[in-house]
């Protein structure tokens, strides 16, 4: 697909314009990624049901950012904070499920 920049004479700046048939093609991922999220909440394979999921809304957060929040085409230094945004945000929800995972699950000792 044919993307091109464009020069902002008065600040200097220069954007990104993608072709709409890139946003049209995303969209329409995203659409098909819905649907299938519908489509497993409906079949029972346990525990992996919020697995597969969460995989999905991962895959879907990525392209929203990606595309329509424009985070491919930005410098390299916003992509690296926003890599370490999510790292942290990892970090954080894991200590969390440490500890969640590590109580007991007796809300009454000795029962």
Same mark, same amino acid.
């Given at each position: 697909?044919?993307?091109?920049a464009e020069?902002?004479?008065?600040?200097? =700046?220069?954007?990104? %314009?993608? $072709?709409?048939?890139?946003? +049209? /093609?995303?969209?329409?991922?995203?659409?098909?990624? @819905? &649907?299938?999220?519908?489509?497993? =909440?409906?079949?029972? %394979?346990? $525990?992996?049901?919020?697995? +597969? /999921?969460?995989?999905?809304?991962?895959?879907?957060? @990525? &392209?929203?950012?990606?595309?329509?929040?424009?985070?491919?085409?930005? $410098?390299?230094?916003?992509?690296?904070?926003?890599?370490?945004?999510?790292?942290?945000?990892? &970090?954080?929800?894991?200590?969390?499920?440490?500890?969640?995972?590590?109580?007991?699950?007796?809300?009454?000792?000795?029962h």
């Amino acid at each position: 697909m044919a993307e091109r920049a464009e020069h902002n004479e008065e600040t200097g =700046s220069v954007g990104h %314009i993608a $072709p709409a048939k890139l946003y +049209v /093609a995303i969209w329409a991922v995203l659409m098909v990624l @819905t &649907l299938t999220t519908v489509l497993v =909440s409906m079949v029972d %394979i346990g $525990p992996m049901n919020i697995v +597969v /999921a969460l995989v999905i809304a991962t895959i879907k957060g @990525t &392209l929203v950012v990606l595309f329509f929040m424009h985070l491919r085409y930005s $410098p390299k230094l916003t992509m690296a904070t926003v890599i370490a945004a999510v790292f942290w945000l990892f &970090l954080l929800l894991s200590l969390t499920m440490t500890d969640y995972l590590t109580r007991a699950w007796s809300t009454y000792p000795g029962h």
